[in-house]
């Protein structure tokens, strides 16, 4: 009887090992993220930290902004990260240039970006002789900037002077000033600037261009030895936005956090624009990283040849999408 209850012991024990070692090893699963630009477009990744979407998924994720797109790259192509949440600017620029980086979810499938002028300036036409302001040449504001004046008939090369001003705040100083005659910013922003007297003269998002503004990025490599892992980064993200668009007050909360910001109609402003532009279906489009394959062109060959399907893996939200998650979250 002794031998046997030992006998029957031992075997639960060992049972008991080949459960619990699995779901130890399910519940320290990490991810480490980094977010870019402290702007609305990467309100997704704050409401994921903030209300624990990946905890609840079994993740331990490290959620962290880094200083600039450049710089998230080098840490996810070193494997210090394994995702990085920018724009397909980032993408294009490294895998071009050999990396093999990988959008799997957009987030702002087009620009967002309004652009700002003096109160004197009531039509698109007078930006003609006149000089505006970005943030810095060939950031994603910069091109945004451009391909808009293009798509309602200006030059920004010829007909305008567009030069690197600096951050919001130092934008709108240089046109009190009147140094600048036009800008482009995102919400909050442009209650700042309405609060000055300027002109909220055009919001390129109303222009419908295809570009990830902001996307999940990884590397192929990665997708290879933790899809599991970053299919739950996909759902996390996605649930994030449903957030976004279904709890305004509470998202106001996360923004105001993040944007160290108080004011309260700009915070309405942000989230309800925010809202609205992120996907239901956040699928990472072909024609989103053509128009910089486009843009880049003229200037490398390899843009030229460039297959912009290559750039995205659809899998993950598809088969989340085929799955009924999203279908759920929107009936609820």
């Given at each position: 009887?002794?031998?046997s ?9 060992t ?17 480490r993220?980094?977010?870019?630009g ?37 840490a ?67 091109l ?21 001003a ?60 933790r899809?599991t ?9 996605t ?11 509470e ?25 609205k532009i ?18 880049l062109?003229?200037?490398n ?11 995205v ?17 929107y009936?609820?």
């Amino acid at each position: 009887m002794g031998r046997s209850k030992t006998f029957i012991l031992g075997t639960i024990l060992t049972v008991s090992t080949f459960v619990t070692v699995p779901f130890l090893a399910r519940a320290q699963e990490k991810v480490r993220i980094g977010w870019t630009g402290i702007n609305p477009a990467a309100s997704p990744a704050w409401v994921v930290q903030d209300k624990g979407l990946l905890r609840k998924l079994g993740v331990s994720a490290e959620i962290i902004n880094i200083s600039s797109s450049p710089i998230a790259m080098q840490a996810l192509l070193a494997g210090e990260l394994d995702v990085i949440v920018s724009s397909v600017t980032t993408l294009v620029t490294s895998r071009l240039a050999g990396a093999d980086t990988i959008m799997i979810q957009t987030l702002v499938p087009t620009f967002v970006d309004h652009i700002v002028t003096l109160p004197s300036l009531t039509d698109l036409r007078q930006l003609k002789g006149k000089s505006g302001g970005v943030n810095r040449a060939g950031s994603t504001s910069d091109l945004g900037l451009r391909l808009a004046l293009r798509r309602v008939g200006i030059d920004p090369e010829k007909d305008t002077n567009i030069v690197t001003a600096g951050d919001a705040p130092a934008r709108l100083a240089a046109m009190s000033k009147g140094i600048l005659q036009f800008t482009i910013m995102p919400e909050p922003f442009v209650r700042e600037a309405e609060k000055l007297g300027l002109r909220d003269l055009l919001d390129t998002g109303s222009l419908g261009i295809p570009f990830h503004w902001n996307a999940v990025l990884t590397r192929q490599s990665t997708i290879a030895t933790r899809r599991t892992t970053l299919a739950k980064v996909v759902q996390a993200n996605t649930e994030a936005i449903h957030f976004i668009k279904t709890n305004r007050n509470e998202s106001k909360a996360i923004f105001s956090k993040y944007l160290n910001l108080k004011d309260s109609e700009a915070l309405e402003r942000a989230v309800v624009a925010y809202g609205k532009i992120f996907p239901e279906v956040p699928v990472p489009s072909p024609e989103g990283v053509k128009t910089m394959l486009d843009d880049l062109a003229s200037r490398n060959p390899k843009a030229q040849v460039a297959d912009p399907r290559q750039y995205v893996d659809q899998s993950f939200v598809r088969e989340l999408e085929s799955s009924g998650f999203i279908k759920r979250l929107y009936e609820k």
